[in-house]
């Protein structure tokens, strides 16, 4: 189950996928937002009605395909790193899928690299068509990889072969801003459970809600203890608390202001 794994099930992935017909027409959206939280950066990127406008924050994004071009402008913009774009008409036997990437290195144009499931599983060797990098520390990098058709709904995340030591000043956590070194100490000083390093340094707490760092610390947690990252649980997963309209708050101290008289 997403709740207990953070991996969506194929009913889910399959319910936020277009029909054939529309599949066939060219680039579409697919947007992997299945847990109402505040968030609609999507809704504000895109400028062609292709998700439409949010009734209240904490609802699921309503893609409209008709009127998605695969732009790819939402794509940069969730926090939760949710949201891709496929083309099933890039060649006969193969579709290309353009995914959103914040691990380093970045891979290069041309560069052939295994294509991870939404759990970290191998699924594929993929290629690198594109990179997308925006300049701007909140501005998140985004690459077009050629994928089997058959397996474009598989396909997630990638692995790229490490040409350097990773620095320890890399962000694992943009949420809470929490550093390679500071997931490092923690293991190193007995914290080696992802539930135990998010108490004390908030990783995972953030609107992503662990989406990206989760994995990365447990297979820092994997390479340090020597244990088996399959063994590790991935931590307990909280949606962010609905919000409250300002208004409901000053319509009850109103009230008790008048049972108070």
Known sequence: MLEKTGVPTKEQIDSVFPSEER?????????????????????TACNRDGIKAFEDINDLPDVDHDNCNGCTLCVSKCPGLAIFVVDMTYSEDKALLK???EFLPLPREGDRVMGLSHSGEEVEEVEVIKVQNPKGFDKTPVISLTVSKDKVKEVRSIKVPKERDRSED?????????????VRKLIRTGHTTFDEIKKISRIGMGPCQGRT?????IREIASITGQDPSSLLPGTYRPIVKSLEMGKIIEALEKEKLKSQ
Not at 170 to 182: G, K, M, P
Not at 213 to 217: A, E, F, G, R
Request: aromatic share 10%; hydrophobic share 35%; glycine share 2%.
């Open 23 to 43: 599949m066939k027409k060219g680039p579409f959206v697919v947007v992997e937002c299945f847990q109402k939280i505040p968030c609609n950066p999507c809704f």
């Open 99 to 101: 995914i959103p990437y």
């Open 170 to 182: 890399e962000i694992v956590c943009r949420c809470s801003d929490v550093t390679l070194e500071d």
């Open 213 to 217: 760092c989760s994995q990365l610390v």
